[in-house]
């Protein structure tokens, strides 16, 4: 599968969430965020399923997609992606970035160290 754009990710994420929908759903859902066509929409949508990344059910009259790739992978593959082209292949750097740009609760650096922990355990 390509890599999809921001446009075609917010799509997807949609799709993730609801299973599976309509253009006309779909659209519902952007519109509420931000300033965009149906028309818009619609091309995005034909061109992902014609990338491989939506599958769509003609049985009826209105065409319905569902994602054809599943939300783990995709992010995944996204993250390795970034990993390799803006971090030079360090996750660390990767981390030590992301969490200097935010504030972290306790509750998520408590989340961070169990999940570190975890993966500790494992190398033994």
Do not use: C
Request: net charge neutral; hydrophobic share 30%; aromatic share 4%.
């Amino acid at each position: 599968m390509s890599k999809p754009t921001e446009s075609e990710l917010e799509i997807l994420s949609l799709l993730w969430e609801m299973k599976q929908a309509s253009v006309r759903q779909i659209h519902e859902k952007l519109a509420e965020t931000k300033d965009t066509g149906y028309t818009t929409t619609l091309k995005t949508m034909q061109i992902m399923h014609t990338k491989g990344m939506l599958t769509r059910n003609e049985s009826q009259r209105t065409h319905i997609y569902s994602p054809a790739t599943n939300q783990k992978e995709t992010q995944k593959s996204l993250l390795k992606n970034l990993v390799t082209t803006a971090f030079g292949g360090s996750a660390q750097k990767l981390v030590m970035q992301a969490l200097g740009q935010e504030n972290p609760s306790k509750e998520e650096l408590d989340e961070i160290r169990a999940f570190l922990d975890q993966l500790e355990t494992k190398e033994r």
